[in-house]
């Protein structure tokens, strides 16, 4: 797994390893941090449908699932 900085991921680009209903690229829409700096909401959205959803940013560590940018 690789690191995140928090404070960075606000439109940052995404792409699933797995697309599901042909979205594959992805950008993080939303980001909430409390006074410490900590995550406490993030929201993805796909680039083709604009449908979004909240996502534990945690899971984007996982490179089985998330690769940072698009490819």
Do not use: Y
Request: hydrophobic share 35%; charged share 30%; net charge neutral.
């Amino acid at each position: 797994m690789h690191s995140i900085n928090p404070k960075k991921l606000l439109n940052s680009k995404w792409t699933a390893v797995k697309p599901v209903n042909k979205e594959k690229h992805f950008l993080i829409s939303e980001l909430k941090l409390d006074e410490e700096g900590d995550v406490i909401h993030c929201a993805i959205e796909a680039v083709i449908s604009h449908r979004s959803e909240s996502i534990d940013w945690q899971e984007l560590k996982n490179p089985n699932n998330w690769i940072q940018g698009w490819k």
